[in-house]
């Protein structure tokens, strides 16, 4: 076993990095669908203020759950767009026979996630405080451990999606966009898991950001932080984690036997 | 085993199901000696080369490199190895130091801006150092890929046709420059070649693939004297045809 090397993650960090600066688009493009998103839901807030209790007694409950939401779906998508390029670039070969470890490009790829994620989300959170008079950070010290949760559960579901495209080849790209939406109505973004059938609840319990979304509305609306839900989701993600991380590098054995890190690409 | 070799491998076999790729082929290379693959399209020789790195997994047999199995231990052998093929790219939006620098840090190079610039003026790929890899030609890539994989200063060097897309004079301006790596370094090549000329003047051990079997191997004036030809060209097609030392191969 060969230890885990801190300057071979850098260095295909840097890779990375090269990339987002060779393009001003790509830099924009992150920040640009979080800002759109959030712009959206302030005015649907805004209209709503008037109309619902809910949103009355707490103006932030939707913008909140929308910038959440986006860190959940960058940090998911900001892991396995990344791991494409690699596949678009027809580059995996090259990295695999240099003395990067498998473990060391999800360490990587889990590094520019979070950068990615905080740009894009960051810009949004900005900007809400001007466009809206909207303080994301009014949440105090609790989104600390909501961020942490849909940070993990995103690159969880990162891994899962690299590891199919990686099995499947580029034409599966698309699950990359689609995978979170499918587990978005089960999450309560919107609204509490109670609002869900009763036979969906359980289910939705599994998935740990059900349990941010239902904390951060426990601190928006009854000013009170859930730690449960939050060890909870952790402990869930924990798992979810190891899962990501174990089918990942078994697809990276797998392609190693089928022989297609030689020729992954379009 | 031989204990001067660097490389051995032993009964090694690559099936997809029904098809053999490589079909239980052995031998070693001296350490510090140049050693070709030969055979046409589909004989083995990129396969081969693969389960040597460690990036296709063997369905039998055995790899030994630097006393090292692979593809077990293949980490403690790679960062003393590299590879270079016209067939593997870079990513073409970084640039050409971007790229290597990249690669410098994977392979733990110091001082990396020294050896940059020392394989810049080498492989005369200076100029473009600032483009990105994706602007480049063919015979461009080809020496900036070199470049990579010299990077680490690799006591085995692997290549997959070193002089493809290059024209005349840069393909044997790049010969002469893996010659005096070699010989300087003392580093084991393992090329791919179509280009006999080339497997002529640089090894000094042919090792002949035809689906996925050995059916020849020696020094190439050794083969050439066999077979009773005027060169390796000529070998290569008697090979490549299915003629072994003057018999026709089933």
Redesign the interface.
């Known amino acids: 076993m060969?230890a885990v090397?801190p300057?071979?993650i850098?260095?295909?960090a840097?890779?990375y990095l090269?990339?987002l600066r060779?393009?001003w688009i790509r830099i924009v493009e992150l920040a640009y669908w979080p800002t759109v998103q959030m712009i959206l839901w302030g005015f649907i807030t805004q209209y709503l203020a008037s109309h619902s209790t809910v949103i009355h007694q707490a103006g932030g409950l939707l913008l909140s759950a929308v910038l959440l939401w986006d860190v959940l779906f960058r940090s998911q998508l900001g892991l396995s767009v990344v791991f494409f390029?690699e596949m678009h670039?027809?580059?995996l070969?090259?990295?695999?026979?240099?003395?990067?470890?498998p473990i060391e490009m999800v360490l990587a790829l889990m590094l520019v996630s979070l950068a990615r994620t905080l740009i894009g989300v960051g810009v949004a959170v900005l900007l809400a405080i001007p466009f809206y008079r909207f303080n994301l950070f009014q949440l105090g010290l609790p989104l600390a451990g909501f961020f942490l949760n849909l940070v993990l559960m995103g690159w969880a579901i990162g891994l899962l999606v690299a590891a199919l495209v990686l099995r499947f080849g580029m034409g599966a790209e698309s699950i990359a966009w689609a995978a979170i939406f499918a587990i978005a109505p089960l999450c309560g973004i919107y609204y509490p898991i109670a609002t869900l059938p009763d036979w969906l609840q359980p289910l939705s319990w599994l998935l740990p950001a059900s349990h941010v979304f239902e904390g951060m509305r426990s601190v928006l609306l009854a000013q009170t932080f859930r730690l449960d839900d939050l060890l909870y989701a952790l402990v869930l993600n924990a798992g979810y984690l190891a899962l990501g991380i174990s089918v990942f590098l078994a697809a990276i054995?797998k392609a190693?036997?089928?022989?297609s890190?030689?020729q992954s690409g379009e | 085993m031989t204990e001067a070799a660097i490389i051995q491998v032993e009964d090694l076999r690559k099936h997809y199901g029904a098809v053999r790729a490589v079909d239980g082929i052995s031998f070693a290379v001296a350490r510090g000696s140049t050693c070709a693959l030969l055979g046409g399209n589909g004989a083995g020789k990129t396969t081969t080369i693969a389960m040597l790195l460690g990036l296709l997994l063997p369905t039998a047999g055995r790899i030994q490199i630097l006393g090292e199995e692979i593809p077990r231990h293949r980490h403690r052998v790679l960062p003393r190895m590299n590879f270079s093929s016209p067939y593997m790219d870079l990513p073409q939006r970084l640039t050409v130091n971007e790229n290597l620098t990249v690669y410098a840090r994977l392979y733990g190079v110091r001082r990396i801006r020294e050896r940059l610039a020392a394989l810049g003026q080498e492989l005369d790929i200076e100029a473009f150092f600032k483009r990105p890899y994706g602007s480049l030609s063919a015979g461009q890539k080809t020496r900036v890929a070199l470049a990579k994989a010299l990077l680490n200063e690799p006591e085995i060097l692997l290549l997959d046709e070193p002089t493809a897309s290059l024209d005349p004079d840069t393909a044997d301006r790049m010969r002469s420059i893996l010659t005096a790596y070699r010989d300087r370094s003392g580093a084991t090549l393992l090329l791919a070649s179509h280009n006999m000329s080339e497997v002529e003047r640089l090894c000094d051990q042919v090792i002949m693939l035809r689906a996925g079997h050995i059916v020849a191997a020696g020094a190439p004036r050794e083969l050439i004297h066999r077979y009773g030809r005027k060169d390796m060209e000529e070998v290569f097609l008697d090979i490549a045809r299915g003629i072994r030392d003057g018999e026709v191969l089933a």
């Open positions: 060969i090397s300057q071979r850098a260095a295909l840097l890779r090269y990339l060779s393009s390029e670039a027809r580059n070969g090259q990295l695999f026979i240099s003395p990067l470890q054995d190693r036997e089928r022989g890190l030689l």
